[in-house]
């Protein structure tokens, strides 16, 4: 057997039960809220009993440590290099949330050895049994580990907002996907959540407008996850360095968030049989990493 499949066969006997719900979180623009969103998803779903996981792929200046004013000791390649393992690694937040910081790891990923990829599959089969969901907020912009991210995991949620060029880059960003020779719309739950709405039904009016065009050309059929409004508490959170559930309980960007959570976790039946888990997504984006080199 060689090295994938006796690592593929490893993390399937991990046992499809036990893993983790893997859900990406991307946009075509940045900017648009992808890890407010991440975080405040992150939290309403352990307020519903969830034990959840972020992975931030996000390099960018407010990311997830700045938003949950937590301070990452650690981070990804302190698995291989530093013999780490995988509960050390990971920060706790608020509402017991764990937080990886991807660090520098995520391009190195694509030149580690053989034994390095197997310590580092070893140890997120860990990740699988030890928490419900993994988020991985994947950064901005249609760079090649952000595609690669969206490409291996099963569940989407595409964060778009009212601004035309958030609209078109989240197409393009479609686009990109469907080009790839592995991209298979069966298999993957595309999810819009508009944010930054100013009026009730330019939520939906922004999906339709995406989903139009990326039926009739794509041949991908995405789901309305729902919005989240323009709130002024939304933006004084993150000053704050709270994450606007906790801060702001009964503001308006926090009751979308509720109802995004809860209608993500109703879900969970239909989304069980995507259950591969963050070993396999892990493994298949490596895969796609060094085949992108
Ligand atoms: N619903 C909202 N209402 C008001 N402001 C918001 C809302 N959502 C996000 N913002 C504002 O947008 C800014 C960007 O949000 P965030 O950092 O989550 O975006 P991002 O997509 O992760 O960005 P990047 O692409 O740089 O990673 C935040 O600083 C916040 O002030
Ligand atoms: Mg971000």
């Not at 078109?168 to 991209?183: E, G, I, Q």
């Not at 139009?212 to 323009?230: A, D, H, I, M, R």
């Not at 606007?244 to 968030?257: E, F, G, L, M, W």
Request: overall charge neutral.
């Amino acid at each position: 057997m060689d090295q994938a499949s006796s690592l593929r066969q490893k993390v399937q006997e991990s046992g499809e039960a036990s893993n983790a719900r893997v859900i990406a979180v991307t946009s075509g623009k940045g900017g648009v809220g992808k890890t407010s969103l991440s975080v405040n998803l992150a939290m309403e779903m352990a307020a519903l009993g969830k034990k959840v996981v972020i992975f931030d792929a996000d390099f960018g200046l407010a990311n997830v440590e700045v938003m949950l004013g937590i301070r990452p000791t650690h981070n990804l390649l302190d698995l291989i290099h530093n013999n780490k393992t995988m509960p050390e690694i990971i920060t706790k937040g608020p509402m017991g949330i764990g937080f990886i910081s991807g660090g520098s790891g995520v391009s190195e990923l694509a030149s580690l050895d053989k034994n390095s990829i197997k310590l580092l599959i070893t140890e997120m089969v860990k990740l699988d049994k030890m928490y419900d969901v993994v988020i991985i907020d994947t950064g901005a912009g249609i760079t090649d580990s952000v595609m690669e991210f969206v490409m291996v995991s099963p569940e989407v949620l595409l964060v778009v907002t009212p601004e035309p060029t958030s609209i078109t880059d989240a197409y393009s960003l479609l686009k990109v996907l469907r080009r790839k020779d592995d991209f298979n719309p069966l298999y993957k739950s595309i999810k819009v959540v508009s944010n930054r709405i100013t009026e009730d039904d330019e939520g939906e009016e922004i999906f339709g407008k995406i989903n139009t065009v990326s039926s009739k050309f794509l041949n991908t059929k995405l789901e309305y996850l729902g919005s989240v409004p323009q709130d002024k508490s939304a933006s004084l959170a993150i000053i704050e360095q709270k994450p606007v559930v906790s801060a702001y309980p009964n503001c308006q960007a926090t009751k979308a968030i509720k109802e995004l959570a809860a209608k993500l976790l109703d879900n969970e039946q239909e989304e069980y049989k995507k259950k591969d888990g963050i070993a396999k997504v892990f493994l298949d984006f490596i895969k796609f990493r060094k085949r992108s080199r």
